[in-house]
């Protein structure tokens, strides 16, 4: 093989398929690539013909241009995949095997790895724990929505389906495990939802709906989805949850309509810091951290699944384009709240949401709304998504998906 064709961000607002390089056993040098990580051997890799590739809420932050992501970074970091080359240090993984890869890369050797802290391997990333595929800041791996990507550490980081044809019927949820369904229940378990919890999710989007799945997986008594999109709203209400407008009156008021009383057991951040006012006034990246402050019963917990960085050109204030944001600590601090925050650690969780979902115990594809498009159609994809769409698109570079 030779060639390679990938989706790259190119400037604010614009993305664009583009013709890059076939991957080897070799980090390169390359858009967004750390220089300590040039050059670096991959002898545990494997390379991976994508099946499904998803668009996500995350590389809509760079696509915005609300990081500082190079222009050409090849973007992507839910990457579902079928095994077509190993490294000599590759022991378990075969060619042939249809696999998950989690978005957060780690090596499996380090402290936090082996305390399943997955989204802060010391390893993966010169500058800072942690690191994913396609992502700024995070040592330059290169992205996953291409026709082939290099998965380091494959025996450690892959999660090999069972029974190919099984996986193939069940790939458009599948998929999601790479990233939105662990990075949701992990909100979910951080929040404390257990049997017979009331919950209050920010944001309908697919990680808020992942979240939403989750929680009633987990055995939430009531789930409520609160947003501005009345699309994403509705999808929100097709499987079973209750739902407010966040443009229609206050979030506690709605709550009490509801529940009869004005404050939830747990409440789920998957919204992140790009976060509108609730009255109108543009951004207002602090107000939903505030708001599930306000009506999380005392005593319970949020779990913060939403995306916040160190790093944003486009915040609405000094303070805001470092990531520092005007919180109530007082409020969380008063009502005895906790707090989680940071990448959900994938490997915690893949393997049981997995087996949730070829015993159909679960159909987070159709929570989600998730829809097949062609890799060429990445653009409108990227377009559509940020414009509000009630879809989860899954891009198809390789054809296995034809059929979904």
Request: one cysteine or more.
């Amino acid at each position: 093989m030779s060639g390679n064709r990938a989706v790259a961000y190119k400037e604010p607002g614009k993305v664009e398929v583009i013709d890059t390089d076939y991957p080897t056993f070799e980090l390169k040098d390359g858009p967004g690539v750390n220089p300590a990580n040039i050059g670096r051997k991959v002898p545990h890799g494997a390379i991976i013909r994508t099946v499904a590739t998803n668009i996500c809420g995350s590389d809509q932050h760079m696509v915005r241009g609300r990081t500082t992501a190079p222009a050409n970074l090849v973007l992507g970091h839910e990457i579902t995949g079928e095994v077509i080359e190993v490294g000599p240090g590759v022991e378990f993984v075969k060619i042939g095997d249809i696999v998950s890869v989690p978005f957060n890369i780690s090596c499996g050797r380090c402290r936090n790895c082996k305390e399943r802290k997955t989204g802060i391997c010391l390893n993966v990333n010169p500058d800072r724990p942690g690191s994913a595929y396609g992502y700024v800041d995070m040592g330059g791996w290169v992205g996953g929505q291409a026709e082939f990507v290099l998965v380091p550490y494959a025996d450690w980081n892959l999660l090999v389906f069972p029974d190919r044809d099984h996986a193939l019927e069940k790939i458009m949820d599948l998929t999601m495990l790479s990233d939105i369904f662990p990075t949701g229940f992990h909100g979910a378990v951080t929040a404390g939802v257990g049997v017979g919890s009331t919950v209050y999710v920010a944001g309908a989007g697919p990680v808020g709906l992942a979240a939403a799945t989750s929680a009633m997986l987990l055995g939430a008594a009531a789930v409520i989805v609160g947003d501005m999109n009345a699309d994403r709203l509705a999808q929100a209400r097709s499987f079973g949850c209750e739902t407010i407008d966040l443009s229609s009156g206050e979030i506690a008021d709605q709550i009490e309509q509801i529940l009869g009383v004005p404050e939830v057991d747990c409440g789920i951040d998957a919204v992140g810091f790009e976060a509108k006012g609730l009255h109108g006034g543009g951004e207002a990246p602090a107000t939903v951290l505030n708001s599930l402050m306000d009506i999380t019963a005392a005593g319970g917990a949020l779990g913060i699944p939403g995306l916040y960085v160190t790093g944003d050109p486009g915040g609405v204030d000094e303070a805001a384009q470092k990531g520092s944001l005007s919180l109530s600590l007082g409020t969380g601090w008063a009502k005895s709240l906790s707090f989680t925050t940071g990448q959900c650690p994938v490997m915690k969780y893949n393997r049981g949401l997995m087996m949730a979902i070829l015993h159909d115990r679960v159909h987070i594809g159709k929570n989600v709304n998730a829809k097949a498009i062609s890799l060429d159609d990445a653009p409108r994809g990227y377009a559509e998504f940020d414009a509000g769409a009630a879809t989860k698109y899954v891009l198809n570079p390789n054809g296995y998906l034809d059929a979904a």
